[in-house]
């Protein structure tokens, strides 16, 4: 596999010398108005948009200097990232109260959550901000345009695309925990052909992550390889082609789960754990818009791979007590065709409807869980309706309806309606109201131990209402959600049979609040909270969803040369469980990352980065430790 994608890479390669002269165009912005694609599957202007959505920008990515994009994701309102302590190691995203397995993952649209996890969630750990554009993150059941696992929302990380006379440039940066890091990059147009693609690497030898394990010494490292690129060609006035892939290929060490006193589980590291994964996104379509008629259509397919393989090694001192010894490989893939046409009925209707057929396949075995699984797979047919209606100059709407022929157990449904209404020139309320379903899994269908081939999908209701207001003479905006979702059907276990079954039921409802001011290239300041509710159908609190959340964003260039970034983050208290059950309670904890960037040369950056800033002690999962404080630095010039 490695081979093959080599050769698919390396006319790129080429393309990195290219001369540069000029920046490529960001597809984020026309004028001043912000145009997002990923809410209704056509470029919409934010303030048409009935969905609460959260836009980062490529410049906010590179004000910060994280090379990883969990820490960008972090400070999004309603979204709380939880991970098993340092850099690689697994990712739970939790949006508005749902589970993991309740958020899609889009790479360029593609749908990347695994389907050889039990959850179908997607661990995005290894995600890197190389070559990305923006990301999209979409709060309320998607399913009405993207099918399963958007029962709670969904986030797209979107490629830059080239424009213009090409640009190279190089960065690196090093620092803490012995971390080291290097990005190639080019963009532009060559011979008409519109590209960007990047490579880059990413290494560190990490910390001792068992928080509660007297005397754990082991540093847990991490490796990461990414290569991404995007093509595209105007192949005449009406046809054009596009064609995106990410390579993704990341080792780390990790500490397993044990017991020390005979009762509790906690992290427990032998140094024997290890983990590699190899990821291959790809997507390719045409994409035709005539000029004599208010038809367009796109055509194309898509894919994923996951290989994921755990290697964990028996150690005598601790073979009492190590619970998750053996080796095991999961693989995942998804094939995806797809048929989308926009018809402009008039100026007070956009039309879109869609077909597709998706297949996913899985098979795994693990020794240290005891759980394995043929090839398998299961193949969804859907089709989708959405109009997208201009009602007045205040007022319009969103409608939208979906029907997915699973195999095995038949027809879903889903459907959405929002509404934005413009008060005033600065004031703006929207509402929004959505259902989404969840697919049961291969693992929840076929796994010899737990399967039950007679699940129905997990189904959503979500709801939100909120007001925009702009003040400051439009230098700021206020908005405030109110949101409210219910989700029936969960997956659970029969405790006679351990298979899995519909029985479980949870309601979340909170509400998100975000303040921002923009003092032209000067100042930025974005500063959000928010509150959730997550119970199950007995009253108790979810686990790992907290309460209250904060968060703020401060840009500040002193000088044409020097700039500044604060970021902070305030969570509060989280419940979580030592692994047999036993409720424990994770103690508030508070964030500040610094960075800064100096203009040496019209060319030549320098930079530095402060995580951590108070050297928080805290754990976002029970018994695994989070980083200190972390001082880095590093350059980077064009080519």
Sequence with gaps: MRTHYAALMAPLAVLLLQPSSARADSANTTGDTVIVITATKTPTPLKKVTSSVTVISSNELNATHQPLLIDALRLVPGLYISQFGGPGTDVSVFLRGGSPGDTLVLIDGVPVNDPSSPDRSYDLSNLTVDNVDRVEVLRGAQSTLYGSNATAGLINIITKQGKGSPISSFAAEGGAYSTASGQLSSLG??????????????????????????????????????????LDKQISDALAFDFTTRYIRAADHYA??????????????????????????????????????????????????????????????????????????YNGRMYKLFLQSNYHANRANLFTVGAETEQDRAQYNSIAYGESLNARSLTTWSGYLQDQLTLSRKLSATLGSRLDDIQLYGHQGTYHAGLNYKVTRGTSLKADFATGFKAPTLYDLYDPNYGNVNLKPETSQTFDA???????????????????????????????????????????????????????????????????????????????????????????????????????????????????????????????????????????????????????????????????????????TQL
């Design 189 to 230: 147009t060559v011979n008409g052909w519109d590209y960007s693609a990047s490579g880059s690497k990413y290494v560190t030898s990490g910390f001792p992550l068992a928080a509660l394990q007297p005397g754990d010494t082991e540093k847990d490292g991490y490796r990461n390889e990414t290569l991404s690129a995007r």
């Design 466 to 636: 909120g007001i925009d207001q702009a003040v400051l003479k439009g230098r700021g905006s206020v908005s405030a959600t109110y949101y409210n979702d219910r989700y029936l059907n969960l997956f659970s276990y029969n405790p006679v049979t351990f298979q899995t079954i519909n029985i479980g039921q949870a309601t979340a409802d909170g509400a998100e609040l975000d303040a921002g001011y923009n003092l032209g290239a000067k100042l930025n300041i974005d500063l959000n909270y928010t509150y959730t509710r997550a119970r199950d159908n007995f009253g108790k609190a979810l686990d790992r969803r907290p309460g209250t959340l904060y968060a703020a964003s401060i840009q500040y260039r002193a000088t044409t040369k020097l700039s500044f970034d604060v970021t902070g983050q305030y969570v509060g208290n989280r419940n979580d469980t030592d692994g047999t059950a036993v409720p424990v309670v994770l103690p508030s904890y508070t964030l500040i990352n610094l960075a800064s960037e100096y203009k040496v040369g019209p060319t030549v950056k320098v930079f530095a980065r402060i995580e951590n800033l108070t050297n928080a002690d805290y754990q976002e999962d029970y018994s695994y430790r989070s980083a200190g404080r972390g001082i880095y630095g590093g350059f980077s």
């Design 256 to 329: 397993g789960y044990g017991s020390l006193n005979g009762a509790t589980y906690i992290a427990l590291d032998d140094g024997t754990h290890e983990y590699n994964s190899e990821e291959i996104v790809s997507r390719a379509s045409l994409d035709w818009k005539p000029t004599f008629c208010r038809w367009s259509t796109s055509v194309g397919a898509e894919s994923n791979s996951l290989n994921r393989d755990y290697l964990d090694l028996p150690n005598a001192a601790y073979s009492s007590i190590d619970y998750s010894t053996g080796p095991g490989n």
